[in-house]
């Protein structure tokens, strides 16, 4: 009789044996002695969220700033409108502008008054030049299109939005997958209560097994 209880109780001792190792191979991950590992991986993941959403917010700025300087340069409004052909435009008018001035100033130095020839005809070809100053900056639409696609300084732009898009994408990419990350080992951190539960019932009934084993082999 003991004999036969001995092998029994060898029997479910075993199969005890491989249910709380498959047990534990199921809950890999969310067993009680890895919740701190699991804390600091939700830790971790939080900051690197953080800092992902910091850069996410900074890009989106300077999208927004860089979109707005190429619709300022589509409408031509504003200094951010002005391609590579105005500013060099713009800088020819302001050095006429300059060397008239320069030579009026010489004519003054000379003591030439207002009422003299010279002094009128450059007053007179300063205030043409300021005004040719004023309207280089301000850009006619007509055909604006076809010059913002030959500007150096618009396919630029184009170039740096296109660049500030793509690192967008890839930092939201980049935030989902850390978004998820802290969901899975807080969902891991949040199992091991229950986990362990299981385990230490199975645990339990496997420790008494084999108290019984041990005192009905040494009665037999």
């Known amino acids: ?113 207002d009422k003299h020839p010279d002094v009128e005809r450059l007053q007179s070809e300063i205030r043409q030049a300021r005004a040719d100053l004023s309207a280089s900056k301000v850009q006619q639409p007509a055909n604006r299109e076809e010059l913002l696609k030959a500007d150096p300084m618009y396919r630029t732009k184009l170039q740096e939005r296109d660049m500030a898009r793509l690192h967008i994408r890839e930092l939201q990419n980049a935030s989902g997958s850390a978004q998820r990350q802290i969901g899975e080992y807080q969902s891991r951190v949040e199992a091991a209560p229950v986990v362990e539960q299981e385990l230490a019932s199975l645990q339990r009934d496997y420790d008494a097994e084999k108290g019984r084993y041990a005192d009905l082999t040494t009665r037999l």
Do not use: C, H, W
């Open 1 to 113: 009789v003991l004999d036969a209880q001995v092998r029994e109780s060898q029997a479910k001792l075993s199969d005890l044996e491989n249910k709380l190792r498959a047990k534990k191979q199921n809950y890999v991950g969310k067993l009680p002695e890895q919740i701190g590992a699991n804390v600091q991986m939700v830790n971790g993941a939080r900051s690197q969220f953080e800092s992902i959403s910091m850069q996410l917010r900074a890009e989106q700025d300077r999208l927004s700033l860089i979109e707005g300087q190429l619709d300022a340069m589509r409408r031509g409004v504003g200094v951010e409108s002005m391609t590579t052909a105005s500013i060099a435009a713009a800088q020819a008018a302001q050095k006429r502008v300059d060397d008239l001035e320069s030579e009026l100033a010489s004519a003054r130095a000379l003591g030439y008054k």
